[in-house]
T-cell receptor, first 111, second 113 residues
Framework: TQLLEQSPQFLSIQEGENLTVYCNSSSVFSSLQWYRQEPGEGPVLLVTVVTGGEVKKLKRLTFQFGDARKDSSLHITAAQTGDTGLYLCAGAESNDYKLSFGAGTTVTVRA | EAQVTQNPRYLITVTGKKLTVTCSQNMNHEYMSWYRQDPGLGLRQIYYSMNVEVTDKGDVPEGYKVSRKEKRNFPLILESPSPNQTSLYFC????????????FGEGSRLTVL
């Protein structure tokens, strides 16, 4: 059983559409990170959120950390083909440096 | 250029033939870790190290060994590989600070026949 559950597992949309990826857990995290992984490469950090209710924006990407610090979402506005990839959330539980990863959401943006 | 380097990138081997996957980072990071990535399971931690000569088991350590004799290197050793260790392996490193950003290598795809 994954500590972090991501949904959906797969997402295919047309360029220009919006999408949201969810990351849920019953555990409380001191911080939560989102990574993007492209084929043949390792994951690359997109953002770290640490405060319950926090919202961070990176251009067309909006990240939200739940008030209770148990869940997070990633919203992409006007998706582009370059957004295609595997999106992974990872959480660090309180007083623990260890990161636990979700299984990932594979996003495909069609031209 | 700051990076984590893994070798080999691709390897096909046979059951029982010992192998080592090397990992080196040039960022002076204290923390290093090995993960395996399998479809539908995400990244699962095998072993990690918070400093030289300090290593700890992750979630799936069975069948693996590691060592941390130098800060920059963290090799993953499969003493007697089995087919269920066929996977994509990632080494990662980070500073021990509040950001906890993990820097990943490009991955090593291992097939055990």
């Amino acid at each position: 059983t994954q500590l972090l559950e991501q949904s959906p597992q797969f997402l295919s949309i047309q360029e220009g559409e919006n999408l949201t990826v969810y990351c849920n857990s019953s555990s409380v995290f001191s911080s939560l990170q989102w990574y993007r992984q492209e084929p043949g490469e390792g994951p690359v950090l997109l953002v770290t959120v640490v405060t319950g209710g926090e919202v961070k924006k990176l251009k067309r990407l909006t990240f939200q950390f739940g008030d209770a610090r148990k869940d997070s979402s990633l919203h992409i506005t006007a998706a582009q083909t370059g957004d295609t990839g595997l999106y992974l959330c990872a959480g660090a539980e309180s007083n623990d440096y260890k990161l636990s990863f979700g299984a990932g959401t594979t996003v495909t943006v069609r031209a | 250029e700051a990076q984590v380097t893994q070798n080999p990138r691709y390897l096909i081997t046979v059951t029982g033939k010992k192998l080592t996957v090397t990992c080196s980072q040039n960022m002076n990071h204290e923390y290093m870790s090995w993960y395996r990535q399998d479809p539908g399971l995400g990244l699962r931690q095998i072993y990690y190290s918070m400093n030289v000569e300090v290593t700890d088991k992750g979630d799936v350590p069975e069948g693996y060994k590691v060592s941390r004799k130098e800060k920059r290197n963290f090799p993953l050793i499969l003493e007697s590989p089995s087919p269920n260790q066929t996977s994509l392996y990632f080494c990662a490193s980070s500073l021990l600070d509040n950001t906890g950003e993990l820097f990943f290598g490009e991955g090593s795809r291992l097939t055990v026949l």
